[in-house]
């Protein structure tokens, strides 16, 4: 299983290092959907936390020590220093940073619980996060380019961690995790379908296995995807759904309108019994 996640995360690298190559120096300038942050953050930022996550793996003492003595800013100044690199060296650095990750992960004892952010997380916990996190920025540089965003079976991870985190989305937003089970019902593009909870669960989430992946990650509103819940509980989870460490933010509200929807097109919204939205996102 290791093996097989480790490979799916090498191939995201991958496709988002073959678009990446392909840009003019001028490209990694633009402006992304994350406020002050160009494509050229968004790949430092990438290469920042695959060296975190290194540290983690081979000196978790030392992985404690640079967590309780990084300045709060220490995201920010990562995403900065690395960005101000020419694109050729930040793309190398990425590259030889993901390789040495995929390394180090492959040689971590079974049943070994990595430190991470959040509580510690076991190595295929830890690969499947960075996979997230490699396509949710490599959504950002795809909106900022005009690219669309396509789905291949390593979404499937993703959709993963999606429902794994709902209980941490609800206390990340300070509200009372609901007992009630959720069944996970999403199409892939291929018309195939990938389930997740109790057949009998009386509250449900269906739509499109992309639209809740980009919803999971923040990366579009609820109100532009083609998302249904059936249930108060479903419905609030789709308004906090958050599958990274972190604060609650308000997300990313997607490419700027092109008048046709976007790629995955402006689906209608249809909730039964779904009680008012729990709060805003700032």
């Given at each position: ?279 805003q996102n700032g």
């Amino acid at each position: 299983m290791r093996g097989a996640l480790l490979a799916d995360l090498a191939a995201e690298g991958a496709v988002l290092e073959d678009l990446l190559t392909a840009l003019a120096p001028a490209d990694w300038t633009r402006d992304t959907s994350a406020a002050g942050w160009t494509v050229g953050h968004q790949v430092a930022h990438l290469a920042w936390t695959d060296d975190v996550a290194l540290l983690a793996a081979t000196d978790p003492g030392a992985f404690a020590d640079r967590v309780a003595g990084d300045p709060p800013d220490a995201v920010e100044a990562g995403a900065r220093a690395g960005a101000a690199a020419p694109p050729a060296v930040l793309l190398a650095r990425w590259r030889a940073g993901r390789e040495r990750l995929a390394d180090a992960l492959a040689a971590v004892p079974d049943g070994t619980r990595l430190p991470w952010f959040g509580p510690p997380m076991s190595v295929a916990s830890l690969v499947t996060a960075r996979l997230m996190e490699t396509w949710a920025h490599g959504v950002d540089v795809r909106d900022a380019l005009g690219h669309p965003v396509g789905e291949s079976r390593r979404l499937d991870h993703v959709a993963h961690l999606g429902v794994r985190t709902r209980d941490f989305a609800f206390t990340a937003h300070g509200l009372p995790v609901p007992a009630a089970p959720v069944r996970v019902e999403l199409t892939r593009a291929d018309g195939s379908r990938w389930t997740a909870g109790p057949e009998d669960a009386d509250q449900r989430v269906t739509g499109p296995l992309l639209d809740f992946c980009l919803r999971v990650v923040q990366r579009r509103p609820r109100a532009v995807l083609d998302l249904h819940a059936v249930g108060p509980d479903a419905g609030r989870w789709l308004d906090v759904a958050q599958a990274f460490a972190g604060a609650p933010g308000a997300g990313s509200q997607g490419p700027p309108p092109r008048g046709d929807g976007g790629p995955t097109g402006p689906g209608p919204r249809r909730d039964e019994d779904r009680d008012p939205p729990a709060g805003q996102n700032g």
